[in-house]
């Protein structure tokens, strides 16, 4: 198997990608070099993905790193009948599967966009090449993962809380933003519960605003 | 609140570092240069610590990377009255809490050994001093960024199964090491189960062999 391109059926290619949101999001961890500027504007690619389109599926190899313009993005895992949501994340987050993209190893997890979504997205392939030719694009990418593997502690730390409110109390301190706009459907597979409890629990948090 | 120095009380500060087992496996990852060998051997710090010894606690800043030269340590969370182990690592592991230690904020979690330890530390001030010199150091650490986020993906998705024996067969993939080496208690703390269920279950998995 493997991962449909970015420009493939259902993803439209735009005609001339502004790739604006990306360099100002990375720039806030680091300035980034004129160089590495023109670089991805010339390889990054721009693509629209409609709602439930499956971006990346387990056993397929990962080839991009996604820019999220706009839209709402999962990663989940299938065990036994169910889907288990592992994140859920918004405009100017970057969407990758870090294992299958970095080993260079069949994914063990799926990517799925929740809305339809205007991307962008830079190949592994280039990817490589960016750091081969600008090495100082290795400090803006270590303060990135960095800042994305406290950002994963914290979801593994909310999975592994026993009591539903705590939970949810926690998801509303780390990601706020989804709590209105996701379907609860995936922030209760993401919060381990079923969707009775999420709706039960955040009644009770309602009622105290 | 101020983290323990690693020559600190409990610790005792050893004559001559030697910081081969760091440098073989930094070199796993990349290559390292002359200079940046230089660097950490002026400049990392050897120490013992013994078991249960706090390398760092809640509220406190992460001043060091720890290397484990030999022993075991958990990373724990309190959530009320419950210790919640989030990760326990083994010899040849980098130790610290990213968020911390990256942010300069107050650590949200505690670290603590399990065995008496031998371990290796480098102070946030000379990280961050060997990133200055020495940018391709951040080749390295991007690296081994990408390769603990990919682990720690693997270690939340254990947290979000619901069922005991998924669980603690996903957790014999992962960390087949400790399963005869740490206590039960912490591995039941870190499987979100209680002793009696992980008991059972592993007397399951004992009697398939």
Chains 1, 2 share one sequence.
Not at 37 to 55: D, F, G, N, P, S
Not at 98 to 111: G, H, K, V, Y
Not at 154 to 182: G, Q
Request: include cysteine; charged fraction near 25%; proline fraction near 5%.
């Amino acid at each position: 198997m493997t991962q449909p391109e970015p420009t493939g059926s259902g993803k439209e290619p735009l005609a001339a990608p502004d790739i604006t949101p990306l360099l100002q999001t990375l720039g806030h961890w680091h300035a980034l070099s004129p160089e590495i500027e023109a670089y991805l504007k010339q390889h990054v690619i721009a693509c629209t993905a409609r709602k439930r389109k499956m971006l990346l599926k387990e056993g397929a190899y990962c080839n991009y790193v996604y820019f999220i313009v706009k839209g709402a993005v999962r990663g989940f895992r299938r065990e036994g009948p169910k889907d288990i949501t592992t994140w859920i994340v918004l405009e100017k987050a970057l969407v990758t599967s870090i294992f299958s993209l970095d080993e260079r190893a069949p994914a063990i997890e799926n990517i799925q966009t929740l809305e339809n979504c205007e991307l962008l997205a830079l190949s592994y392939d280039r990817l490589d090449e960016l750091y081969n030719l600008y090495p100082e694009f290795n400090l803006t990418a270590r303060k990135v993962l960095q800042e994305y593997y406290a950002d994963a502690e914290r979801r593994a730390f909310i999975a592994r809380l026993s009591n539903a409110e705590d939970k949810y109390r926690h998801f509303l301190m780390l990601h706020n933003p989804l709590a209105n706009r996701i379907p609860l459907k995936y922030i209760a597979s993401y919060l381990g519960m079923t969707l009775e409890t999420l709706s039960r629990v955040r009644k009770k948090f309602m009622s105290r605003v």
